[in-house]
């Protein structure tokens, strides 16, 4: 356990949970059922384990709702549900009575991981526990949290393993051995690296009420669900059709310590239509910035509709709303 305190409306004197410690658990499962979850264990660079979760492995809807749990650092649950919707019907929905450690703290894909150049460069995003002892982003000097584990994990949104020496600097960056580093890999194109990415449906809404300036210590719980998209081996389509079951179909619901006002405001900024770049299948956008995220407006990544409710006065306001005909053509169906 660690001491330090992030952001959040807890008593100052109360310990903060590890994160590190809380999904490690959850990790071991997922490594002990591979079989069963048709994933693939190996024993990678430097004696990490490598789990192998859409790749060579068929992996599956299962194995990506216990990885998107994994990512939250054990302090949030998702499940798959269905009736959600009439054209999509099965759903992703995320709860977390600790948005801002589960979501910034752990989940969010904001460890920017690279080795090499040129076509045979190897370049990341790492989600997950690993980032809170790390602690590579500005984002941790806010959040004022440090975790302290000698067992970690890194989720890895790619289609091949990395190399060594990566693997070595993710271990020592992490302070533990690699032999105590578990990777786990999930192309977005397959069925695990689907869900998981689904799964971030509050975790935007978190990372975009921070880029607004909202007080993080005001939020104090949070769930959301979005429908689950249909996946695609092409790889643009795929991580098009996962942004936009969130920015079309997603649905958050956070629960703020804030006067009326200040939620009425929220509710109206965070929602995805508040974008000056919505309006188009998220691949549609990429493609006409020459596929540079960076040119990207970053408030269009947040959910299609909001809801805030005030604890003070027990109001709730809404912003945004959901967008079937955007979605059906994102996901291109049904027939």
């Known amino acids: 356990m660690t001491s330090a305190h992030p952001a959040s409306a807890r008593k100052p004197a109360q310990p903060q949970p590890s994160v590190n410690e809380l999904a490690w658990p959850l990790t071991?499962?997922?490594v002990d059922d591979a079989g069963s979850l048709r994933l693939s264990v190996?024993?990678?660079p430097g004696g990490c384990v490598i789990v192998d979760a859409g790749i060579d492995a068929a992996g599956g809807l299962e194995a990506g709702r216990r990885i998107a749990e994994i990512c939250l650092g054990g302090l949030g649950s998702v499940a798959l549900v269905t009736g959600g919707g009439e054209r999509w019907p099965l759903t992703v929905h995320v709860h977390t009575a600790d948005p801002v450690l589960a979501c910034l703290?752990?989940?969010?894909a904001g460890w920017s991981l690279s080795h090499g150049k040129g076509k045979g460069a190897f370049n990341a995003l790492g989600s997950g526990p690993g980032r809170a002892l790390a602690r590579k982003e500005p984002l941790f000097q806010k959040l004022a949290y440090q975790d302290d584990c000698d067992r970690t994990c890194l989720v890895l949104e790619v289609d091949k393993t990395p190399p060594p020496e990566l693997v070595q600097?993710?271990?020592s960056d992490c302070g533990v051995h690699s032999k105590r580093l578990t990777l786990i890999l999930t192309p977005t194109t397959s069925l695990a690296g689907n869900v998981q990415v689904v799964a971030r449906v509050v975790e935007v809404a978190m990372h975009k009420a921070h880029e607004l300036g909202f007080?993080?210590?005001q939020i104090?719980?949070?769930a959301g669900s979005a429908p689950l998209s249909p996946p695609s081996r092409d790889f643009i389509t795929a991580m098009g059709r996962t942004n936009d079951a969130i920015l079309f179909g997603g649905t958050v619901q956070l629960y703020v310590d804030s006067d009326d006002e200040a939620a009425r405001r929220l509710a109206e900024q965070l929602p995805s239509g508040a974008s000056r770049d919505y309006g188009?299948?998220?691949a549609e956008v990429f493609a006409a910035y020459d596929h540079d995220f960076?040119?990207?407006d970053p408030h269009l990544f947040s959910p299609a509709r909001v809801l805030v409710t005030a604890l003070r006065s027990g109001r709730t306001y809404g912003g945004g709303r959901l967008d079937q005909a955007l979605l059906d053509k994102s996901f291109g169906g049904p027939v």
């Open 28 to 30: 071991a499962k997922l």
């Open 42 to 44: 190996s024993e990678g």
């Open 105 to 108: 703290a752990s989940q969010y």
């Open 169 to 171: 600097k993710i271990a």
């Open 215 to 217: 007080p993080l210590q």
């Open 220 to 222: 104090v719980d949070a």
């Open 280 to 282: 188009r299948p998220f």
């Open 294 to 296: 960076f040119k990207i």
